[in-house]
């Protein structure tokens, strides 16, 4: 087992790009095993990387024995530290990333990773309506999907999927802005697509989890870090998109109201002051916003 980064040369005999699969896993050791003899069989070239993010179980010791790569992490970091640590220790290629819980189908891996001959990134992209998540989990999702469509002004259909594949030398670029958490996959899209880069979608199955696990996720609890999640894909993709609107329509408000005042009362009001006052506010804080936003995305060699 290894502690350390590790590298690999950029391209396998005969010319052809290096291929590696990312594995994150935290306390999948039911399960690791299955996931990495699948990678195995239908990407027979590729390496194999597990990041065992402070497991405490034998995730890291059945991946071993499993025939793949791991670096350990001494604690728990979140999925985005895993794929980070990922990015970090490969030198080039292309990179997918698959769930460590057998719930992605390792025989669909070669179908995304073929469609980066003429894409930046593939994201696997789950029907939600026959989805075997929860309701709550599945509504939420195509909130994001919806909303991130929106701002990106791109159809994204599923934000959100961990299953994905993409050219390691671009992801690394925007190194400096992946989360730690489970925003990593929401993240990478917007930054791919923000930065003009192409990414495409395919649908893929999600298989049900191995009997006795159950997700790391938590829907209930992490309403907040929704909430916060929602907040970041609009920070982070098109501020303007919904701070201009916003304040505009309460820059008119405040002028409806100031003409009702001064020709009914021949005065002004409070509230009409401060819809006017607000809605400049709300369209200059989105403009700071979208600066920010641009500086974030800048590519870093």
Same mark, same amino acid.
């Given at each position: 087992m290894k502690d350390q980064q590790t590298t690999t040369p950029d391209h396998y005999p005969g010319g052809h790009e290096t291929v590696t699969v990312v594995i994150p896993a935290y306390n999948e050791d039911r399960s690791i095993g299955e996931v990495i003899c699948g990678v195995k069989r239908h990407v027979p070239e590729a390496r194999i990387l597990v990041i065992d993010d402070g497991s405490t179980d034998r995730t890291a010791r059945e991946a071993e024995n499993a025939g793949a790569e791991v670096i350990s992490h001494p604690l728990n970091k979140g999925n985005g530290a895993s794929i980070k640590t990922a990015l970090r220790a490969i030198q080039g290629g292309r990179v997918a990333v698959l769930d460590a819980d057998g719930q992605h189908d390792p025989a669909e891996l070669p179908g995304l990773l073929n469609r980066l001959d003429d894409y930046? !990134? %593939?994201?696997?992209?789950?029907? /939600?309506? *026959?989805s075997t998540g929860s309701f709550l989990r599945n509504a939420g999702n195509i909130i994001l999907s919806k909303l991130a469509s929106f701002l990106s002004e791109q159809y994204i259909p599923d934000l959100t999927s961990g299953f994905r594949a993409f050219r390691h030398g671009i992801a690394s670029k925007f190194l400096h802005i992946y989360p730690n958490?489970?925003?990593f996959p929401s993240t990478s899209t917007l930054s791919f697509i923000t930065a003009g880069y192409n990414v495409d979608f395919i649908p893929i199955h999600v298989r049900n989890r191995l009997p006795l696990t159950r997700s790391k996720l938590?829907? /209930? &609890?992490d309403g907040f870090r929704f909430i !916060? /999640?929602?907040?970041? $894909?609009?920070?982070?993709? *098109?501020?303007?998109k919904i701070f201009f609107p916003v304040g505009l329509f309460m820059m008119i408000a405040g002028i409806a109201l100031t003409i009702r005042n001064l020709i009914l009362f021949? &005065? /002004?009001s409070g509230g009409s002051v401060l819809f006017l006052a607000g809605g %400049? *506010? $709300?369209?200059f804080f989105g403009l700071v916003l979208d600066?920010?936003?641009t500086l974030r995305l800048q590519e870093r060699d």
């Open positions: 930046d !990134m %593939v994201v696997g992209f789950r029907g /939600f309506a *026959n958490g489970y925003s938590h829907p /209930f &609890q !916060m /999640f929602i907040l970041r $894909i609009i920070t982070l993709s *098109n501020p303007n021949s &005065q /002004f %400049v *506010n $709300i369209i600066q920010f936003a």
